[in-house]
């Protein structure tokens, strides 16, 4: 129905709107704070959040069909947050929010390797143009960018491996499930790794933040579970571009970090192409 579509596209507004915020706390916080203790405490608003959900249901939603599969998706979603952020420490807002946009054309092509399925000639030109834009922004070989925009490209990797293995256990277990093992999978991985980098937090100084981060990343996760489940992926993935708006504007408000010319081409290059893809994969999917 329509108002659903229309309903979808606002909760996947609003998620964008908030995990653009929780990027800016996190960016804020990696001046004093490790990068891995970062992303446990972002995580653990919707570690709290399954909690809830088990202490209100029961268990009967942790039986999954696909298991390892589930807990693969989790080891992705721990992987692709601890790159952003180390890498957010390095490198403005807005540029990492561009490049991180390479996901779905990496997620076309492990969906023609891994999932093997069929690509025509113009969703591959999609791609080419795609990495095209990713280059313009990175520029490699001139310095313009540091070093750990790469680190950016990794958690895209990642990002899209979870996006593959999401379309696997889409058709096996409920989005609840799959909500509860990333949860729990990502934070008990980034658990591990805890104690190495563990540094007392200046909670006097940093602990509101500390909550909101947690608090606005468990609400952007929720925002964009429930506008999937309003309105088609092809309807709501466009408003995933909203998010270098937010970006640019947050990083010039907190960082006064503007994008410079090539990067907004750059940017500019990846949005046309991305939103080119996404309407073929529409397409296809009506034929």
Request: proline content about 4%; hydrophobic content about 60%.
């Amino acid at each position: 129905m329509r108002s659903d579509s229309f309903m979808g596209i606002c909760f996947m507004a609003l998620g964008m709107f908030l995990f653009s915020a929780v990027d800016t706390m996190a960016k804020f916080l990696s001046d004093g704070m490790h990068p891995i203790q970062i992303v446990w405490f972002r995580q653990l608003g919707l570690l709290c959040g399954v909690v809830v959900f088990l202490l209100l249901r029961g268990p009967a939603f942790l039986v999954s069909k696909q298991p390892l599969l589930q807990v693969m998706r989790g080891a992705t979603a721990a992987g692709s947050a601890c790159l952003f952020v180390m890498a957010l420490r390095y490198v403005p807002l807005a540029d990492a929010a561009a490049v991180s946009f390479v996901a779905p054309f990496i997620v076309i092509v492990l969906g023609v390797s891994v999932l093997k399925e069929k690509v025509g000639l113009r969703r591959w030109i999609s791609v080419v143009l795609g990495f095209v834009g990713t280059l313009v922004v990175i520029r490699p070989g001139q310095d313009v960018l540091h070093p750990a925009v790469f680190l950016v490209v990794g958690a895209a990797f990642f990002f899209a491996c979870r996006q593959v293995l999401s379309r696997f256990l889409s058709h096996a277990d409920p989005v609840s499930t799959t909500v509860a093992y990333t949860a729990i999978t990502s934070m008990s991985l980034i658990t591990l790794m805890l104690p190495f980098v563990w540094r007392m937090p200046d909670f006097s100084r940093d602990g509101l933040l500390l909550v909101a981060m947690s608090i606005l990343a468990a609400l952007g996760e929720f925002s964009v579970i429930k506008a999937l489940s309003l309105a088609q992926a092809v309807v709501v993935a466009p408003v995933q571009y909203s998010l270098i708006i937010w970006s640019t504007f947050y990083g010039y408000l907190v960082f006064a970090q503007i994008p410079d010319f090539w990067t907004a081409i750059g940017t500019l290059i990846i949005v046309a192409s991305g939103i080119y893809a996404l309407r073929r994969q529409a397409l296809s999917e009506a034929a």
